[in-house]
């Protein structure tokens, strides 16, 4: 079962273009995150939201928190060529042991 | 070492064949996982150790498919009679402590199973 709908699957934009990628789910989560992958390397963590409503932003990136703790947006101001690479999202439950349920990703392509 | 580490970095294996994943966490960190990550599919939970506590398998697909964690650092996935099906990149990653959101991820071993 995927609990964590992520959307777009595939991205490719142009430089300096602005882009949101969704994640979304029924589920309450305790906390989410948005990691970054490049080929070859695991994820890296990018931003832990943790409140509802909450907005990060990380340079050119802002996350948000749902109100109600079940969705989460990234958005990117003016994409760089170094910002391709696949963005996960990962939310953890309420409660029990600390177990992520990882989105499928979307996969950014940035064209200079 | 500053990082995960993982090896092997690549391994290609035949159909029926049984083989050794090994990770190394960061040193001291209290809760090693194990994902597997196929095209499309995104992070798939496996294993997940926390400190002296019993492992949580649940996300083992089957049970050709096992872990251990030794002294409560280098970890082991052992897949015996691999299938054309296990083929992905399998993931490492260690938390410091429990309660910690940041996870450390390796690099990952793509395994091929022909």
């Known amino acids: 079962t995927q609990l964590l709908e992520q959307s777009p699957q595939f991205l490719s934009i142009q430089e300096g273009e602005n882009l949101t990628v969704y994640c979304n789910s029924s589920?309450?989560?305790?906390?989410l995150q948005w990691y970054r992958q490049e080929p070859g390397e695991g994820p890296v963590l990018l931003v832990t939201?943790?409140?509802?409503?909450e907005v990060k932003k990380l340079k050119r990136l802002t996350f948000q928190f749902g109100d109600a703790r079940k969705d989460s947006s990234l958005h990117i101001t003016a994409a760089q060529p170094g910002d391709t690479g696949l963005y996960l999202c990962a939310g953890v439950p309420v409660g029990g042991s600390y177990i992520p349920t990882f989105g499928r990703g979307t996969s950014l392509i940035v064209h200079p | 070492g500053a990082g995960v580490s993982q090896s092997p970095s690549n391994k290609v294996t035949e159909k029926g064949k049984d083989v050794e994943l090994r990770c190394d966490p960061i040193s001291g960190h209290t809760a090693l996982y194990w994902y597997r990550q196929s095209l499309g599919q995104g992070l798939e939970f496996l294993i997940y150790?926390?400190?002296?506590?019993?492992?949580?398998k649940s996300g083992l697909p089957s049970d050709r498919f096992s872990a251990e964690r030794t002294g409560g650092s280098v970890s082991t996935l052992t897949i015996q009679r691999t299938q054309q099906e296990d083929s992905a990149v399998y993931l490492c990653?260690?938390?410091?402590?429990?309660?910690?959101?940041?996870?450390?991820f390796g690099p990952g071993t793509r395994l091929t199973v022909l």
């Open positions: 939201v943790v409140t509802g409503g």
């Open positions: 589920s309450v989560f305790s906390s």
């Open positions: 150790f926390q400190g002296n506590s019993a492992p949580d």
């Open positions: 990653a260690s938390r410091r402590l429990a309660g910690e959101d940041t996870q450390y």
